[in-house]
């Protein structure tokens, strides 16, 4: 990225260009990010490809002004905090289901970011309501966010569970990854019918004072805990909602697979 994308990124979200690439930093940048670019999955639903690259992934937030799941966003915001100075690892890491078993691999992707001021952090952009901040990530302690309690604890294989309010979210793999890595697992979320990204139709952006969704036509808005749903009735006012709420403009509504 050079002088040019990363302001241009940076205005996307709403951030200034740090003067260092601090653990400071590097938490505003991550807040500014999940207020700014929503946790979606319309490409799947619209019959969009996914192109995990770093140039199509911040082509599709920065100059499309579109959101994504988690391979989209964490790897361009790695992109972006590349080019800003923050030393990157990409994570692979396996989703748990309701069962509490874990899914495929290179299921989700991670990041570690360390910084200028020694900082070590798991940061994760790409998970929908997860943490607003990022986490120590050497800390095994509970470790306090506006989004809940989060803790990461070492498995028996040298893995590192991660869990929010005592229930495990994912299982992260240490070991460094490449993006290309991850193909397999977003061609397959993008493709299963056994993905619940292809099952289930959401849009999700963190907001100051809580969360807005729209997933399919029920729009959801929480603000300080008080929790509103609308259902809206047709094509037209789901457009709309895209574009008020997550700054989405489309020519069509989405449709899960199979629906109408």
Same mark, same amino acid.
């Given at each position: 990225?050079?002088t040019?994308?990363?302001?241009?990124y940076?205005?996307?979200?709403?951030?200034?260009?740090?003067? $260092?690439?601090?653990?400071r930093?590097l938490?505003d940048?991550?807040?500014?990010? /999940?207020?700014?670019v929503?946790?979606e999955?319309?490409s799947i639903? /619209?019959?969009?490809d996914?192109e995990?690259?770093d140039?199509a992934?911040? +082509?599709?937030?920065?100059e499309?002004?579109?959101?994504?799941f988690?391979?989209?966003?964490?790897g361009?915001?790695a992109?972006?905090?590349? $080019?800003l100075?923050?030393?990157v690892?990409?994570?692979q890491?396996?989703v748990?289901?309701d069962a509490?078993e874990?899914g495929i691999?290179?299921?989700h992707l991670?990041l570690r970011v360390?910084?200028?001021?020694?900082?070590?952090?798991?940061?994760?952009?790409?998970?929908g309501?997860h +943490?607003?901040?990022?986490?120590?990530?050497?800390?095994?302690? @509970?470790?306090?966010?506006?989004?809940?309690?989060?803790?990461?604890a070492?498995?028996?294989?040298?893995?590192?569970d991660?869990?929010?309010?005592g229930k495990?979210?994912?299982?992260?793999?240490p070991?460094?990854?490449?993006?290309?890595?991850?193909?397999a697992?977003a061609w397959y979320?993008?493709?299963s019918?056994?993905?619940?990204?292809?099952?289930s139709?959401?849009?999700?952006?963190l907001?100051?004072?809580?969360?807005?969704?729209?997933?399919?036509?029920?729009?959801t808005?929480? $603000?300080?805990?008080?929790r509103?749903t609308v259902?809206l009735?047709? @094509?037209a006012?789901v457009?709309?909602?895209?574009?008020?709420?997550f700054?989405?403009?489309l020519?069509r509504?989405p449709?899960?697979?199979?629906?109408?």
């Amino acid at each position: 990225m050079d002088t040019e994308q990363i302001d241009a990124y940076l205005r996307r979200i709403g951030a200034e260009r740090p003067a $260092a690439p601090t653990s400071r930093a590097l938490h505003d940048l991550h807040l500014a990010h /999940l207020r700014s670019v929503p946790f979606e999955n319309l490409s799947i639903h /619209l019959g969009q490809d996914i192109e995990l690259t770093d140039k199509a992934l911040v +082509s599709k937030v920065v100059e499309a002004r579109r959101g994504g799941f988690c391979y989209e966003l964490n790897g361009a915001f790695a992109a972006l905090l590349e $080019a800003l100075g923050f030393d990157v690892v990409l994570l692979q890491a396996r989703v748990y289901d309701d069962a509490g078993e874990p899914g495929i691999p290179f299921d989700h992707l991670a990041l570690r970011v360390r910084t200028e001021d020694g900082g070590d952090w798991l940061a994760d952009v790409g998970f929908g309501a997860h +943490s607003e901040l990022p986490l120590a990530y050497a800390d095994r302690g @509970e470790q306090a966010d506006p989004a809940g309690t989060f803790r990461i604890a070492e498995t028996p294989d040298g893995d590192l569970d991660v869990l929010k309010d005592g229930k495990r979210q994912y299982v992260a793999d240490p070991r460094p990854r490449a993006l290309a890595d991850f193909k397999a697992g977003a061609w397959y979320h993008r493709t299963s019918p056994d993905s619940h990204f292809t099952r289930s139709l959401v849009c999700s952006r963190l907001t100051d004072s809580g969360r807005v969704t729209l997933g399919g036509r029920t729009l959801t808005t929480t $603000a300080d805990g008080e929790r509103d749903t609308v259902e809206l009735t047709t @094509e037209a006012e789901v457009l709309a909602a895209y574009e008020r709420h997550f700054g989405i403009t489309l020519e069509r509504e989405p449709h899960v697979r199979g629906g109408a």
